[in-house]
Antibody, heavy 119, light 107 residues
Framework: EVQLVESGGGLVQPGGSLRLSCAAS????????MTWVRQAPGKGLEWVAN????????YYVDSVKGRFTISEDNAKNSLYLQMVSLRAEDTAVYYCARVNDYSNYVLDVWGQGATVTVS | EIVMTQSPATLSGSPGERATLSCRASQSVSSKLAWYQQKPGQTPRLLISGASTRAPGVPARFSGSGSGTEFTLTISSLQSEDSAVYYCQQYYDWPPLTFGGGTKVEI
């Protein structure tokens, strides 16, 4: 079964750091673009970051540039989001998601989400 | 940045009724448009890609149409399990990938 499982969420003070992990099973992340999407409480979906397999292309939403870093560990088949200088407005559920294909850049597999609270 | 606008914000319907959800892009996205369903307390689920192609396992009562800047998600006969928020997302021009604000469907 194709699955993504996030971990690492929690409560952190403003200015603090947190690292989210996303363990993939049933497929190899080194063959897919991967992405992070967040959802603030009661709000809609917001794309945060994505990266090409092997990490040679990475993109971020402007509001997190310089503070968040997306990375992967192919040996562990896992995706990560390192977050520093956290702000109250970063409070959200963070989902990792698989991109179907570069020519069909839709998110076809989602994790259950990791809750990050900055307070 | 391409801005996606969805309407209405909330749609109420009865079982068996037809529901029409709209999504408008601030510039043409060709057919690079996806729809997602998010039920209360659940993870988003891909419904439609390429504006009109249903994802595997999506019931036939869900259909997508449109191209350019105007798109529609139609639920031909509402079921109780269709209560959810529906989001559109463009992937024509990124970064950033952009989502609409969502339409909440109440049955």
């Amino acid at each position: 079964e194709v699955q993504l499982v996030e971990s690492g969420g929690g409560l952190v003070q403003p200015g603090g750091s947190l690292r989210l992990s996303c363990a993939a099973s049933g497929f190899d992340i080194s063959t897919h673009w991967m992405t992070w999407v967040r959802q603030a409480p009661g709000k809609g979906l917001e794309w945060v970051a994505n990266m090409r397999y092997h990490g040679n292309e990475k993109y971020y939403v402007d509001s997190v540039k310089g503070r968040f870093t997306i990375s992967e560990d192919n040996a562990k088949n896992s995706l990560y989001l390192q977050m520093v200088s956290l702000r109250a407005e970063d409070t959200a559920v963070y989902y990792c998601a698989r991109v179907n294909d570069y020519s069909n850049y839709v998110l076809d597999v989602w994790g259950q989400g990791a809750t990050v609270t900055v307070s | 940045e391409i801005v996606m606008t969805q309407s209405p914000a909330t749609l109420s319907g009865s079982p068996g009724e037809r529901a029409t959800l709209s999504c408008r892009a601030s510039q043409s996205v060709s057919s690079k448009l996806a729809w997602y369903q998010q039920k209360p307390g659940q993870t988003p689920r891909l419904l439609i890609s390429g504006a009109s192609t249903r994802a595997p396992g999506v019931p036939a009562r869900f259909s997508g149409s449109g191209s350019g800047t105007e798109f529609t998600l139609t639920i031909s006969s509402l079921q109780s399990e269709d209560s959810a928020v529906y989001y559109c997302q463009q992937y024509y021009d990124w970064p950033p990938l952009t989502f609409g604000g969502g339409t909440k469907v109440e049955i």
